[in-house]
């Protein structure tokens, strides 16, 4: 499967401008399953993401591209977490499980002030850097939803 960050990236730019500005949480997760779930079938992958009627319940994270082999899990090639809570403690917790994953691709999406985007994108830096078990190559597109300009920051981090 080729790299679908820039994939990626387009489907979350389009739902930043299709979605009006004070939309709930629960409608930008809905909305980011929904075309994200889309956007794994049309990479010829199954999907696992609650909530979503074109894809298998919830699996391990918030959303997962998955194939199989013989009826048999062969890979996640994607695994995606989304944590809306601006709380550090709240974001880490859940990058945490990408880190511990082997799948192919690895997908964050949280949302945080201007201030604190490049103390985020440090701090995911040292925790890519510091996790023994994780193999170099391995990488990860966080999307950051910066709250004043209304756009994501995207930054592509590979150990």
């Known amino acids: 499967m080729e790299n679908p960050y820039n994939e990626i990236i387009k489907v979350l730019d389009k739902i930043s401008t299709d979605l009006e500005k004070n939309k709930s949480n629960k409608a930008w997760t809905a909305r980011i399953k929904t075309d994200l779930t889309k956007l794994g079938v049309d990479n010829q992958c199954k999907t696992c993401t609650a909530g979503i009627d074109d894809a298998s319940g919830e699996f391990l994270f918030d959303l997962i ?11 996640i090639e994607l695994a995606m977490e989304s944590e809306w809570n601006i709380s550090h403690n709240s974001i880490f917790y859940d990058f945490e499980k990408l880190l511990a994953t082997n799948a192919r691709y690895r997908l964050l999406i949280c949302q945080s002030n201007p201030d604190e985007i ?6 995911f830096r040292s ?33």
């Open 65 to 75: 591209w998955y194939k199989n082999k013989d009826k048999l899990l062969a890979s």
């Open 127 to 159: 925790y890519i850097k510091g996790y023994s078990l994780l193999e170099k190559g391995s990488n990860f597109l966080i999307a950051i939803w910066n709250n004043y300009t209304r756009k994501f920051v995207y930054f592509n981090l590979v150990k």
């Open 118 to 123: 490049q103390e985020l994108e440090d701090k």
